[in-house]
């Protein structure tokens, strides 16, 4: 990966965080590219950005773009087959949105089928952990938790239960008629407007299949069908994929409750095995964490002379294992380079989704070995070692991992440099943990959520997620977003590489409520003790945002639907078609969402003008883009002032 002719970035301007700087810095001086090199080289087709370039047959690619000075008059542009800007746009949008629902859902799927073994009683290194959430989960598959005998309601078994709900779960992809169970979790007044809309999901694969269809050359030609379509997908995602893999993973693993721990680089230690894991599924993290606390694998560790096994983690798989067992992230996204050329990294172990394939080339620049685990995501460099994992032998293939990482330790070549910076932070929240330390429910005391709102101590909900992009300063956003909203009383909640980064800056603990919040906020993070910006897990984990908003909802005194609430959504530095998912299903559940860096949608104003405004008659949420990150801010807590106005609660 030497490349002695790249322009290199300069590291201040490409991050905020003292310890990627220096990282990068250190890449530069050992001639090792990294993203940030890469962002600097290779600039964005300008027409890709602007969302109106279709490559959807051979005739193409079509480009249109937006002539300088705008459309004055009718607009003429088309490709060859007389696809409009618009056309192009929405389907290149909604194959976003396939992409995006595709991934988290077939994650879900992932998990579902775990479960299926677990309660099929097919393998023995997974057990249910929380049997009080499955009992919870279980009538909204339309699972009965209690059975009648001569008169008396008698409770079913655990195993029952599991069994009904695994099949059922597992059906949520597939089935032929009906629409998605969790569907009917949403507020009713939102239900009615999907039905209305004609967007409820049948089931999650069909909704993803059906974009492929409408999207290919000559079908659906008319962007408001194909947004309608794009919706439908994207709720399949959130009401389901995504809430599906969230609800399992708690079953298996354990629902998260808050937790100490640390973020950023500086969590590795020179003198253990570092093993990192990174991507998405905890199926397989859930064991390595196991293997690296065994004594079996510890006193193998210091058998070769290391002190004890690290283990730490990237992107959302971090997020999983932190929020669970308090195993800390080592970075963001953009610093998954970074922690190999710390040089201490004796293992990254990947799994999917958000795994740069330069990580080979950097790898082979040092010992570490990278290890591929997922059927569907292998890489072609000769030096990626693949162990496959399979649920049935769970824990022996994490034991091998571990071992190999473990032999590696005494291969370290290159001079080990672990940047210091590492901050402390609280993480582990979900709707149980919010409601548990907002007073016990969410209406009617003094600490409850609706009631601070109501008084105006929090004047708002935020939630800030999603990924970091080299083509903006990294972190930089997402923190300047995060701290302008607290300071404004908005209580943020986080999730993803967003999260990582609020937790790397200090922002993820009780602390943080005097130093940046303003006074109402303070006031109640520092009467019950939590953080103001508060992680709620991992990509698939937004799903919790949507319950928390609804559990909101219910709890009475702000309206009647998720968009009458003072809330509003952002995801300040988005690069994955999850985030277009993401922001799609949020959009459709009532939430104003703002994006930063930018949109693919300049080319097409009249499909921008429709997802910009008119998505807020349809659903009460609409998209917005400011990459400046305090215009941003204040955007979000306009919207949320224009509801606490509507509401009556603006005193
Ligand atoms: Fe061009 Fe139409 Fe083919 Fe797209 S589908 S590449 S617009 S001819
Ligand atoms: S990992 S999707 S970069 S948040 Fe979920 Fe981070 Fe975005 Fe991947």
């Known amino acids: 990966t030497a490349a002695k002719e790249a322009k290199f970035v300069d590291p201040r301007e490409a991050s905020i965080d003292p310890a990627t700087q220096e990282m990068i810095l250190r890449a530069q001086r050992l001639q090792v590219e990294t993203v940030f090199d890469r962002a600097m080289t290779m600039k964005p087709c300008a027409i890709g950005m602007q969302g109106i370039c279709c490559k959807n047959c051979a005739m193409g690619p079509c480009r249109l773009p937006l002539p300088k000075g705008g459309i004055t008059g009718e607009d003429t542009r088309k490709g060859l087959c007389g696809a409009t800007a618009n056309t192009i746009c929405a389907r290149n949008f909604i194959r976003m949105i396939a992409g995006g629902a595709a991934a988290h859902s077939d994650h879900g799927r992932s998990v579902a089928e775990v479960f299926r073994s677990v309660a099929r009683k097919e393998t023995e290194d997974y057990k249910i952990k929380d049997p009080i959430k499955l009992v919870d989960i279980a009538p909204n598959f339309g699972v009965a938790t209690t059975v009648e005998v001569d008169g008396k309601t008698l409770d079913r078994s655990i195993d029952e239960i599991a069994l009904e709900v ?58 408001k069908n194909l947004m309608k379509q794009g919706t439908r997908a994207a709720l399949a995602d959130g009401w389901g994929g995504s809430m599906i893999a969230t609800d399992l993973q708690d079953v298996m693993f354990g629902t998260p409750s808050p937790l100490q721990s640390e973020a950023n680089l500086g969590v590795m230690k020179e003198d253990h095995v570092n093993i990192i894991v990174h991507g998405h599924e905890p199926v397989l993290s859930e064991m390595i964490v196991a293997a690296c606390q065994s004594q079996e694998m510890i006193a193998y560790a210091k058998e070769k002379g290391a002190k004890g096994i690290q283990l730490s983690g990237i992107c959302c798989t971090a997020n999983e294992v932190l929020q669970r067992h308090g195993v800390p992230p080592a970075g963001t996204f953009l610093q998954q380079e970074l922690a190999i050329i710390t040089g201490a990294c004796d293992a990254m172990v990947v799994d999917v989704q958000c795994i740069f ?12 070995k990278l290890i591929t685990t997922h059927p569907i995501a292998k890489m072609e460099q000769d030096n990626v070692i693949h162990i496959e994992f399979d649920e049935h032998h769970a824990m022996e293939d994490a034991k091998r ?8 330790f005494t291969n370290r070549k290159a001079e080990v440099l672990i940047p210091r910076h590492k ?37 708002g909900i935020a939630g800030v997620v999603g ?52 006074p109402g906020l303070a006031e109640v993070c520092e009467t019950v003790g939590i953080p103001p910006v508060l992680h709620l897990g991992s990509c698939v984990d937004n799903s919790r945002i949507l319950l928390a908003a609804t559990e909101v909802v219910k709890a009475g005194g702000l309206g009647k639907d998720i968009c009458d ?3 509003a959504g952002s995801a300040p530095e988005w690069m994955s078609e999850k985030a277009i998912s993401i922001g799609q299903y949020f959009v459709a559940s009532g939430v104003y969402t703002v994006f930063g860096y930018h949109m693919p949608l300049e080319g097409a104003p009249v499909f921008k003008d429709y997802l910009y405004k008119q998505m807020e008659k349809m659903y009460g949420g ?13 955007k979000m807590i306009a919207h949320i002032d224009k509801k606490r106005k509507e509401l009556g609660i603006d005193k």
Not at 428 to 455: A, M, P, Q, W
Not at 469 to 486: D, F, M, V
Not at 622 to 634: F, G, L, R, S, Y
Request: proline fraction near 4%; hydrophobic fraction near 35%.
């Open 166 to 223: 695994a099949e059922a779960a597992y059906a949520e992809w597939g089935k032929p008629e009906g629409s998605l169970h969790y569907i009917k979790r949403a507020p009713k007044p939102l239900q009615e407007k999907w039905e209305r809309e004609g967007v409820v999901p049948r089931n999650v694969d069909r909704e993803i299949v059906e974009i492929m269809h409408r999207t290919h050359m000559g079908v659906d030609q008319d962007y």
């Open 622 to 634: 609409m998209w917005d883009c400011e990459p400046d990150p305090v215009k941003h801010a204040h």
């Open 467 to 518: 990924c970091n992009n080299a083509r903006t300063k990294h972190n930089e956003e997402h923190i300047t977003i995060i701290k302008e909203l607290i300071k404004n009383d908005v209580i943020v909640l986080t999730t993803g590489c967003s999260a990582i980064a609020a937790g790397m800056h200090g922002l993820l603990t009780p602390g943080a409520a005097a130093v940046h919040c303003g």
């Open 357 to 368: 394939q330069n990580l080979a080339n950097v790898a082979k620049c040092f010992h570490t």
């Open 565 to 567: 609430l003072p809330a």
């Open 401 to 408: 991992i571990v071992r190999m990482a473990i032999d590696n």
């Open 423 to 459: 901050a402390s932070q609280i993480a582990g929240f979900g709707v149980e943990s919010i409601r548990y330390h907002l007073g016990g429910t969410f209406r009617g005391d003094y600490y409850t959520l609706n009631d601070n709102i109501i008084n105006g101590r929090i004047r």
